[in-house]
């Protein structure tokens, strides 16, 4: 697939790993605000092996992070740990040629110590009333943003250089904030001024454009949830549960680009070779609450709610460039080499309103074989929101509520129980958050799905699980673009990702 944007500026998506800037050079906007509102199902290796379909089940320790109520089903006390082992391939694709790459990542998403206090009528366990309740720490992961992403070809309709002179047009030098982007391709030679103050132009000499490009992109981070979380069973039928949140995030994003002249007029001495190189760094956190129930509706049938408060994040997003020029041997004011870069590293603060969420659940148990589960979550990005002291964000927010749209995730899976032994299965789907006025073609492709399967032990003093998820999705990354009216063209990097994520969980009961 090649997709051509010219002289305008798109959205693109990057789903559980990442969604991603509108092209390659940092500000606040509607992208950074669906990176963070959006996320797939990471947890225990049992809850995954099952499709993520547990907000109705209970009784495991990831399943608290999407109804607390699950909580009041131990009646007994475990210590877990999880493991998980995540290889993400890419093929991408840019102007006409196709590239490949991958990434592997080695993370913990869950870690959670349950304490249960089941309660007693003398020497027998309460069957009326309330008659338990239990009491979860730990921390799950809810995003994982890591990919990676590395294009090249031929581009014969614009260069680099090209969108730093659009995007410096309209400012005098002097204005030009020290560290910006454009003060930096300036002090780096990347682009000359034009005839008039305040005009720019590229460097390389000639109307034509032949340059070979090549570009790296790689992300990384993650947001963990840690919570505290408490259940209480009433008899048996109904269970409560309420869980407080804080949401540490960190992502970090390396961008280069290099560029080289291909010109085949030897007469033509000017910009031979370009680097490009950015990083874009977001820190901080959040605060935020879960409640739940669970209805036990007869000894088979339970039904689930879960729902999660919006969630305000405080972050400071640090970005740097560094632009690095290399001239061909007699070229104008005799230049050969230049270099400049971001230091100290920009900064700014800003908050990003995550929307609310809400789980409804329904499981059906088969006696001691087994379990059918089917979840829906309900997600509203259009509700997402940017804010900041210094800044209103009224053209991000409106293009939020013009761009994305509500969709409802869906999860479902099943577990068979043999003796001690556990074979789970199940499939997750995540629709992509974009209304039709996005314009972006193959919406669909954008969504996340994937197909899970897993294996369990349960001992009596133990238990370990196994779980297998090979998952797709697709995303759309423009490098530059260039404001309306540009005669330039700028080309979008097609990515299809493919994952493949193996984890274990070890579990000890305590009592």
């Not at 963070?36 to 199902?41: A, Q």
Request: charged share 20%.
């Amino acid at each position: 697939m090649q997709f051509i944007f010219k002289n305008y500026r798109v959205l693109w998506l990057s789903m559980g790993c990442a969604l991603g800037a509108m092209d390659a050079t940092y500000a606040q906007n509607e992208s950074d605000a669906i990176r963070y509102s959006s996320g797939y199902w990471y947890g225990t290796a049992r809850s995954m092996g099952v499709g993520g379909a547990v907000s109705s089940l209970g009784a495991d320790a990831s399943a608290i992070t999407l109804n607390p109520a699950g909580l009041a089903q131990y009646r007994s006390s475990e210590f877990s740990s999880s493991l998980s082992f995540q290889n993400i391939s890419n093929r991408a694709s840019y102007i006409n040629s196709e590239t490949r790459d991958a990434r592997f990542n080695m993370n913990i998403p869950n870690l959670s110590l349950i304490i249960a206090d089941q309660q007693y009528d003398g020497n027998k366990p309460r069957t009326e009333g309330w008659v338990n309740y239990a009491v979860g720490f730990g921390v799950n992961r809810s995003h994982d943003f890591h990919s990676r992403t590395f294009f090249r070809d031929t581009n014969n309709s614009s260069s680099v250089t090209d969108y730093f002179a659009d995007r410096a047009n309209g400012t005098l030098v002097d204005d030009m904030q020290e560290g910006s982007l454009e003060r930096i391709a300036w002090d780096a030679y990347a682009m000359d001024a034009g005839s008039t103050n305040g005009t720019y132009l590229s460097p390389l000499l000639g109307g034509t454009r032949m340059l070979r490009q090549s570009g790296i992109r790689d992300i990384r981070g993650s947001i963990n949830d840690w919570h505290l979380s408490l259940g209480t069973n009433y008899s048996n039928r109904l269970y409560l549960g309420l869980g407080l949140v804080y949401s540490a995030l960190r992502y970090q994003e390396d961008f280069s680009l290099e560029e080289r002249d291909l010109k085949t007029d030897p007469t033509l001495k000017d910009l031979r070779d370009v680097e490009f190189i950015e990083t874009n760094n977001d820190r901080g956190g959040a605060v935020g609450a879960r409640l739940g129930m669970i209805l036990r509706a007869n000894d088979n049938l339970r039904f689930g709610l879960g729902i999660q408060t919006p969630r305000s994040f405080s972050l400071t997003k640090t970005y740097t460039y560094r632009i690095v020029t290399r001239y061909d041997a007699g070229a104008a004011g005799g230049i050969s080499r230049a270099e400049a870069e971001t230091d100290p590293a920009n900064s700014y603060t800003f908050k990003i309103v995550t929307p609310f969420k809400a789980n409804l659940g329904m499981t059906m148990q088969f006696g001691k074989n087994g379990f059918i589960g089917a979840d829906m979550e309900l997600v509203d990005y259009t509700t997402s929101r940017l804010t900041a002291t210094d800044y209103g964000f009224q053209t991000e927010n409106a293009n939020i509520r013009l761009l994305y749209r509500q969709v409802l995730n869906a999860r479902i899976g099943g577990e068979w129980v043999i003796d001690k032994y556990r074979l789970r299965a199940g499939y997750m789907n995540f629709p992509n958050p974009f209304s039709n006025n996005a314009g972006i073609p193959f919406t669909r492709d954008l969504g996340y799905s994937a197909v899970t399967g897993g294996f369990g032990i349960r001992e009596k003093a133990y238990f370990l699980d196994l779980a297998l998820v090979g998952g797709k999705r697709a995303d759309y990354y423009t490098p530059y673009s260039f404001n309306e009216g540009s005669p330039y063209t700028a080309y979008t990097v097609t990515n299809n990702y493919r994952f493949w994520n193996f984890v274990v969980t070890l579990g000890f009961r305590l009592e």
